[in-house]
Each structure stands twice: as structure tokens, then as C-alpha cells.
């Protein structure tokens, strides 16, 4: 394994500095990202130190320092986990044979797709969330916005580095137009749909790191399986950096939903909104709508791709090993499908369902935070729950989009589905209340904004009230 060298451009445990010929073109794309970062990084907030976690290593112990960097200074490194001696392919045709060092000719092209997919989700989510910090609630926040964009920066110089090292020219223009696409351009979209909705209200944030890095968890978790062994090797390291993210989400809604009830219980009808706040039935609203757009980022229920992804070895299911089978050639996957005009089950091949098992984590794992926020409602002595609504609803993606289901993943029909889709996905008027309350940043130190609670500690066991962004 080779050490870790911070003190070159770009830092990285690659050894990158015995490949002059990789470095120089790394190098020629380091300025070409700091473009993109000025243009479509953190809007107005460039010049500002902010108190921030840089990767330096993969040690567990200590793999970050903490400090003030200007966010362009940030030092975007290259580190892969730790190597496994002797490491072998761990499911599909190759099972048990030796992983890969290079990429294999016959899965070139399908391994490039998807590391150029997971890719374009990086740059598109700092793109989405560029304008945020205007209306931060806190210096909190802002601090752990920008913390969770700067890494995203990193996950695309990690995949970038797999595109330059392993696939030649092809990646090199891959990295180049990762730079080109835009988030929510008619033109030139993100590839993902997810990665083309706008994101510009603090609770959409919170909803997007809670819902939509966790589709990222177990994007990152199938690719650690890779037979492609520097590809799973960049995700293991990725997900350390991940969890963070999920926890800005989390802690986020939490603090919304105590929020909610303290002014749900202060107004004399309940109201939550007449005290400025943000009320339930909104916030349910808006998690439906993160909830159904990020299971989309699965794909299809049914997929010839992830049979064949899975069958060469290049993405696997989530901590693979728990499975005892790793071949999936005999097993079956019940699968719920629309036939006929009604629900029926149905077994399908296991290898083509291999997005629906990883979804199914992924749905059981999102149950997890919104039982806390239900404790929380509980503990305030409100009856409101929030639910998560069924994988059925509002789909773009797979078997049920353009369907109509309820949230309980009834059928309906369009005119139920027109009567209703008000109090079932965020209004125009709700966005507009939403983003009524965050007109103007907060950026006294300690201080919250109304509609938020404030969170339980502060960062690195500093006090609330650490300046974690100076402003210039
Ligand atoms: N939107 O067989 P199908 C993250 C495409 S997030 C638009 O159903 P497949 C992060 C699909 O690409 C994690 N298109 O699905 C989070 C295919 O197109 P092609 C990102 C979609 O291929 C927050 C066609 O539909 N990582 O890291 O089995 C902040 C038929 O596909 C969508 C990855 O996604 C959609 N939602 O699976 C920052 C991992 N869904 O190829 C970062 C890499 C599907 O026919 N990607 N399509 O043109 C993959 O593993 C797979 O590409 C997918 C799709 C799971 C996305």
C-alpha cells in the first residue's frame, strides 16, 4: 500500500507521482474542476474560511484533520482503502476468482457506464444545492453544507481517477463532460433524474442528504463489491466520508420536525405555519417526494442490466458476503407486478431482480430515521406519524411509472390521483411557504433560524456558538 502524500497538487495514496503521464493529465483536469467549482460550487461564500474536514488518510483512526479552508483551497485528494491480500471476485460467473487490476476488455464499456453514472451524481448534487447557502439557518448549517459539497468534489476526483488511470482517452473525455453536464439543463441534463430536480429550500436539503445520499450508501456499498478491485476500493473509502452526509439529513429533519411540533403545540389551533414554522402535513409532504424520486435511483425492477452487472462481476449486492449464495443463478425474487389490471406476485430470476434487492435495504434502512422522528413527535405528545409512502408512488422509473398509485400503493385513477396529488407531493404554494421562511440567511454564530430547532451538539465538540464559518 502505498503512503500517503499530502504535500504534491494533488494528494493521494496512488503513488500517483510514479506515473508522470497520469499526473500531468490529472493535473491538466485539476483546473478545469476548480472552473467548474467557482461557476457551480457554493454560490458567494468562496472567499470565506469554513471549519472543515479533509480526508488525509485511511487510517481509521485519524483519516481527517479538521480546520479552516477557503473551499477552493481545498485539498481534493485520491485515496483508495486499504488493499485485501489476495483478494478475489466475490459473486457472479468469475466468483472466486482473482479481482481485477486492470479492467477486463469484454466488460470495458459497462464498467465505464457506471463509473461515469455514480460519478455525475457528485458534481450534479453540488450543483443542486449551489444557492443553499444564502438562506442558511444557522452557521451550522452552512458549515455542514459546504462540508457534505466539498466531499462530494472528492467522490468525482475519485471516480475521475479511475476514468484517467484505467480507460484511457474514452475516460479522459468522460471526466471532461462530467464538468459539461448541468444539473437540470434541458440540454445538457445530469443523467440521473434525481440529479435534475431543484433543491433550493433547506428542507429539500435535509430530505435530499436523508433520502438521496442513501441511495448513494447503496450505490457505494454494491459497487464495494466490485471484481473490479479500484473501483471497490475508491467506494469502501467513499462511504466513510457518506455516513456524514446521512447524518446532516437525519439530525436536519429531526430538528425541522422538533421545530414543528413545539409550534404546532404554541398555536392555539394547532397551526404550526401561523407561528412561522413549518408544519407536519408539509414536511410529509416533501418526504414523499424525495422518498419516490430516490427510489427511482434504483432502476428498474426488472433489469437485464443489473443481471449482467451482476453476472460479470462488476456490482454486486449490498455486504455480499451475508448472502450465502454468490452464483444467484437458480434463486427467484417474489416481485408484486401490475398484470392485467391488478397486483399479482410473481417469481422472476433472482439475477434480474438484483435492483429490487438492493432497493429492499434501502427502503428498510429509510425506516430506521423516520421512526426517530416519530419518537420525537411522540415524545412532544403529538399523534401526527409520518410514513414512508409504498415504493408504488409517483414513480418515473420501472414498472409502475406512469401509473398512479396512493401512497399506500393503491391503484387509482388519474382524476383520484389530480383531487388528491395536493396533499399527497409538496404544491407550488407549499414550495413558496417553504421558501418564504428562508429569505435571509442566519450568520450570527449560536443563533437558529426560526423553523428550525437547534441541533443537540455542535461539531468536533466544539460549542454551537464556534464561528464554523468567517465570513469575509
Ligand atoms: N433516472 O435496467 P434499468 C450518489 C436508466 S447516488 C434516469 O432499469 P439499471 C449520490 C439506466 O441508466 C448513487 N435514468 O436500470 C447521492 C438505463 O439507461 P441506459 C449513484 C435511469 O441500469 C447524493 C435505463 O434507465 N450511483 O452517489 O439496472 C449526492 C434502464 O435501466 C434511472 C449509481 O447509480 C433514473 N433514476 O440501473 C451525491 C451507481 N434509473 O444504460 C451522490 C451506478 C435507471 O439504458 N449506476 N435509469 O442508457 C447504476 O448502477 C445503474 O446505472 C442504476 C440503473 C442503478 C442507476
Not at 493535473?27 to 467548474?36: A, I, K, R, V
Not at 444545492?129 to 442558511?136: A, F, I, N, S
Not at 392555539?268 to 419516490?292: E, K, M, V
Not at 396529488?421 to 404554494?429: E, N, R
Request: charged fraction near 25%.
Amino acid at each position: 500500500m502505498a503512503s500517503v502524500v499530502n504535500d504534491t497538487k494533488i494528494p493521494n495514496n496512488v503513488d500517483l507521482a510514479s506515473d508522470r503521464r497520469l499526473q500531468r493529465a490529472l493535473e491538466e483536469w485539476q483546473p478545469e474542476f476548480l472552473n467548474w467549482w467557482q461557476d457551480m460550487g457554493p454560490e458567494g461564500f468562496q472567499r470565506d474560511d469554513v471549519y472543515l474536514r479533509t480526508a488525509v488518510s485511511v487510517d481509521h483512526e485519524g483519516w481527517a484533520n479538521f480546520g479552516y479552508v477557503k473551499m477552493p483551497d481545498y485539498r481534493w485528494g485520491i485515496f483508495l482503502a486499504e488493499a485485501v491480500p489476495d483478494k478475489t471476485i466475490g459473486f457472479g460467473d468469475d466468483y472466486g476468482k482473482p479481482a481485477w487490476q486492470q479492467v477486463p476488455g469484454e466488460h470495458r464499456n459497462t464498467l465505464r457506464r457506471l463509473i461515469v453514472t455514480q460519478a455525475d451524481t457528485e458534481p450534479a448534487s453540488v450543483e443542486q444545492q449551489r444557492r443553499l447557502g444564502q438562506t442558511c439557518p444557522s452557521l451550522y448549517d452552512l458549515r455542514n453544507l459546504f462540508q457534505v459539497n466539498v466531499e462530494e468534489g472528492r467522490h468525482l476526483w475519485a471516480m475521475v481517477y479511475l476514468l484517467h488511470t484505467y480507460f484511457g482517452r474514452d475516460g479522459r473525455e468522460e471526466a471532461e463532460g462530467l464538468l459539461q453536464r448541468r444539473s437540470g439543463d434541458p440540454d445538457h441534463p445530469r443523467i440521473l433524474g434525481t440529479f435534475n430536480e431543484p433543491c433550493e429550500d433547506w428542507l429539500s436539503f435535509f430530505m435530499f442528504t436523508y433520502f438521496t445520499d442513501r441511495d448513494g450508501k447503496y450505490q457505494l456499498l454494491a459497487l464495494a463489491e466490485s471484481g473490479f478491485d479500484p473501483l471497490a476500493r475508491s467506494c469502501r473509502f467513499m462511504l466513510t466520508e457518506e455516513a456524514h452526509h446521512m447524518f446532516v439529513g437525519e439530525t436536519g429533519v429531526l430538528r425541522v420536525v422538533q421545530r414543528a411540533c413545539e409550534l404546532t403545540k404554541a398555536d392555539p389551533n394547532g397551526d404550526a405555519r401561523a407561528q412561522g414554522g413549518i408544519d407536519l402535513a408539509t414536511l410529509q409532504r416533501y418526504l414523499n417526494f424525495w422518498f419516490s424520486s430516490s427510489v427511482d435511483l434504483f432502476g428498474g425492477e426488472v433489469s437485464s442490466n443489473a443481471a449482467s452487472f451482476f453476472a460479470s462481476g462488476l456490482k454486486g449486492r449490498a455486504k455480499e458476503e451475508q448472502h450465502a449464495d454468490h452464483l444467484a443463478l437458480t434463486g427467484t425474487y417474489r416481485m408484486s407486478q401490475w398484470k392485467n389490471g391488478a397486483i399479482a406476485d410473481e417469481d422472476i430470476p433472482l439475477r434480474t431482480a438484483m435492483n429490487e434487492v438492493l432497493r429492499d435495504e434501502y427502503v428498510a434502512d429509510c425506516q430506521r430515521g423516520v421512526d426517530k422522528w416519530n419518537r420525537a413527535i411522540a415524545e412532544a405528545g403529538l399523534d401526527t406519524v409520518l410514513t414512508i409512502p409504498h415504493r408504488r408512488f409517483n414513480r418515473r422509473v420501472g414498472l409502475y411509472s406512469g401509473m398512479r398509485f396512493d401512497p399506500h400503493g393503491e391503484p387509482v385513477t388519474e382524476s383520484v390521483w389530480n383531487d388528491k396529488v395536493g396533499s399527497w407531493l409538496p404544491t407550488l404554494d407549499d414550495r413558496r411557504y417553504v421558501r418564504g421562511l428562508m429569505t435571509k440567511p442566519v450568520y450570527e454564530p449560536g443563533v437558529m433560524a426560526h423553523w428550525i430547532a437547534p441541533p443537540k451538539q455542535g461539531i468536533k465538540g466544539l460549542p454551537l456558538t464556534f464561528e464554523y464559518v468567517r465570513r469575509q
